[in-house]
């Protein structure tokens, strides 16, 4: 059973930090490229920042400079570094991560990527 696990979310006041951890875990094969996403109240879940398998990263122009993505590969764990948190940071955070998966057909064995979503940490900042 392939899952990403979160951990890190709460509440926090206006200026502070928190760090959040997503690892995945199962039969996984390879893990390419690794993000984090955010959803708030009545608006569509959007991209907070991603990492490739290479170390490349992705910010939302709202949180450059203040968030700061990285990933433990020998852990298969992505973090998501938050400071200076500002009250409209409030919002469920997911973590996306693309999976290669191992199959057997019966005579060989290949592989096949798949996206897993993560269940969601609630991220509160109070002004």
């Known amino acids: 059973q392939v899952q990403l696990v979160e951990s890190g979310g709460g509440l926090v006041q206006a200026g502070g930090s928190l760090r959040l951890s997503c690892a995945a875990s199962?039969?996984?094969?390879?893990?390419?490229?690794m993000g984090w996403y955010r959803q708030a109240p009545g608006k569509q879940r959007e991209l907070v920042a991603a990492?490739?398998?290479?170390?490349?990263?992705n910010y939302a122009d709202s949180v450059k400079g203040r968030f700061t993505i990285s990933r433990d590969n020998a852990k298969n764990t992505v973090y998501l570094q938050m400071n200076s948190l500002k009250p409209e940071d409030t919002a469920v955070y997911y973590c996306?991560?693309?999976?290669?998966?191992?199959?057997?057909?019966?005579?060989?064995?290949?592989?096949?990527?798949?996206?897993?979503w993560g269940q969601g940490t609630q991220v509160t900042v109070s002004s």
């Open positions: 990492i490739t398998s290479g170390g490349s990263t």
């Open positions: 199962g039969s996984i094969f390879s893990i390419n490229a």
């Open positions: 996306n991560a693309d999976l290669g998966l191992s199959y057997y057909s019966g005579s060989y064995y290949y592989t096949k990527n798949k996206g897993y």
